[in-house]
């Protein structure tokens, strides 16, 4: 299968919707710990306020289920747990360093699975997946 074949529907099928996406129609303040504060306080002005005429556009949130999905799935989960072993709390130069380095590590694996998806306008950056093994993980993880 080329990977420009694949979808979201592939990796996830039958579950997209319910366990990784929901709408702002199905999300209340009641769903904090499923998609957060902003994504549950976004789906309650949708549910409360269009009815009143107040014109707010539908949208989706991804769950902390998706993300959590993510991590583990390109191998980020243990990478990230390596490097806030090595973080020493007081010292705010490890923290900034090792919170630079979490973040990349997150936005290296979203745009090598952006390329694994088909995406038409990739942001991967060659350098960034060939200093990591997010081509492994993700896929002998099922991307």
């Not at 099928?13 to 009641?30: C, H, L």
Request: hydrophobic share 35%; proline share 3%.
């Amino acid at each position: 299968m080329s990977t420009s074949s694949l979808s979201v529907k592939k990796i996830y099928p039958q579950q997209v919707e319910s366990q990784y996406i929901r709408w702002f129609a199905q999300i209340s303040m009641d769903d904090v710990a499923i998609v957060g504060g902003k994504n549950a306080s976004l789906g309650e002005m949708y549910r409360e306020l269009s009815p009143r005429g107040i014109r707010i556009p539908n949208g989706f949130a991804t769950t902390a289920d998706a993300y959590r999905t993510f991590l583990t799935r390109t191998g980020l989960q243990e990478q990230i747990a390596s490097l806030l072993m090595k973080t020493t709390v007081a010292d705010v130069e490890s923290l900034h360093n090792h919170g630079v380095e979490i973040r990349n590590l997150i936005k290296c694996a979203y745009s090598l699975l952006m390329v694994i998806l088909g995406s038409k306008h990739p942001t991967i950056r060659g350098n960034c997946i060939r200093s990591r093994n997010f081509d492994r993980g993700i896929v002998s993880h099922g991307y």
